[in-house]
């Protein structure tokens, strides 16, 4: 992670020269915090891209789990799995906040980095289905590797506390590569157990890192990194449901009962962008405290946002009597990662900008209200869409409120 608070007075990297005018092989250097104009590039979009090719892998899995009546053991997998991918890709992307100079040297690396969650994503049936993690940690050795070169050029192209911080990144990095093994090696009952002190000491890694020197970047670069996966995995989710559906309609001409599973989907979908991107949170971003905190709870808002298409395509499932779950559980795999994404959103940004505590509310409680849509039957799904649109709608109008208030109160200040 890295430390939007801390200046830096390098220059813009080559990157933003013409193309005829770079070299191919450049110093990794820091790039400028008040860099102008800092958006995600080509490269980092196509990074996304292949990245959601796992996300998507592990929802199937999941699906399958969770239809068969196996739902812990599906989640358990899907949270280590999905956490081998999330953990690859924010790392890249906090890394190339800092340091993407755009080389040829970068670009490869990165490429390098992206074989590595397809081969991951390869996997994620095998560790499902057969707990064989083989694959899986191959795929997650080579992008984190490939991190630790990037690290290692850092720490060649600066000196000091910088190089210091790029060594404890790449040593740090290795460390836990060797620590993963573990997941092949020891018992299968113990795998689980091994898989959280991992995590941990993987979560670990950035703030022993950047203790001496935090690195700069750039705050609006990363709240648009993150939004921009934020959309891809809603679309993968839409996507997801969409084929279920149409599945459904064609193979068993069942149009009337899924017609609630999908208008409610698209509602709880459609409300879940809503309240992500309804505040701008790079103005909160504003040390490594409070960007730790944010950036590990996307772990939760990514997953469960990935989760919730999984949910929907079990409910369609349950509603063509094709899973051996009841619709109450069908009914919980859309519900409950719903409800856990509306308050993941409101712990981690969205309450930072609501006045009041009718505002704060909101989400706290439509959360509790979808939940509570769980009980109702085969209506579930459709009902807590319209709770989760309704929410939306009140979280608006209150703060449409708030807002003329406060003209009307700037209108008459004046003449007082």
Not at 69 to 97: D, K, Q, R
Not at 221 to 246: F, N, P, Q, S, W
Not at 363 to 382: K, N, Q, R
């Amino acid at each position: 992670m890295l430390d939007p608070m801390t200046s830096s007075s390098n220059p813009a990297p080559d990157s933003a020269h013409p193309t005829g005018h770079r070299r191919p092989l450049r110093r990794l250097t820091a790039r400028s915090r008040g860099e102008e104009h800092r958006a995600a590039t080509p490269l980092e979009l196509f990074f996304d891209l292949c990245f959601v090719v796992a996300i998507a892998q592990a929802g199937v899995q999941l699906v399958h789990a969770v239809a068969e009546g196996h739902a812990g053991e599906g989640i358990l997998n899907y949270a280590m799995v999905f956490f081998a991918i999330w953990w690859a890709w924010m790392n890249f992307t906090w890394f190339a906040s800092a340091y993407d100079n755009d080389d040829v040297l970068y670009r490869v690396v990165t490429l390098v980095q992206i074989a590595g969650v397809l081969v991951l994503a390869a996997g994620v049936s095998e560790a499902f289905q057969d707990h064989d993690y083989g694959a899986v940690l191959v795929g997650y050795l080579i992008m984190r590797l490939a991190l630790v070169g990037q690290w290692l050029r850092v720490a060649r192209s600066s000196s000091g506390p910088e190089r210091a911080m790029a060594l404890r990144y790449a040593g740090g990095v290795l460390i836990c590569q060797v620590g993963w093994l573990g997941l092949v090696l020891l018992p299968e009952d113990a795998r689980g157990w091994w898989f959280l002190v991992m995590a941990i000491l993987e979560l670990c890694v950035p703030a022993y890192a950047e203790r001496i020197h935090p690195t700069s970047w750039h705050p609006h670069h990363i709240a648009e990194r993150y939004g921009l996966l934020t959309i891809i995995v809603l679309g993968e989710t839409i996507a997801a449901a969409t084929v279920a559906v149409k599945t459904g309609i064609e193979e068993n001409d069942a149009l009337g009962e899924l017609l609630p599973i999908a208008a409610g989907g698209l509602l709880i979908i459609f409300s879940a962008w809503w309240v992500y991107f309804v505040v701008p949170i790079h103005g909160h971003l504003r040390s490594n405290r409070e960007s730790f905190l944010w950036g590990y709870g996307h772990y939760v808002v990514f997953a469960s946002a990935a989760a919730i298409g999984a949910g929907l395509e079990v409910a369609v499932e349950e509603s063509l009597h094709e899973a051996h779950i009841s619709t109450l559980a069908a009914s919980a795999a859309v519900t409950l990662p719903t409800a856990l994404y509306l308050l993941t959103v409101w712990a981690l940004h969205a309450r930072y900008f609501k006045m009041g505590i009718a505002q704060q509310l909101v989400l706290p409680t439509t959360a509790l209200l979808v939940i509570c849509c769980t009980f109702l039957g085969e209506w579930a799904v459709f009902t807590a869409g319209l709770v989760s649109a309704l929410g939306v709608a009140t979280g608006e109008t209150l703060t449409a409120r708030r807002h003329a208030r406060q003209r009307a109160a700037a209108t008459r200040e004046p003449a007082a």
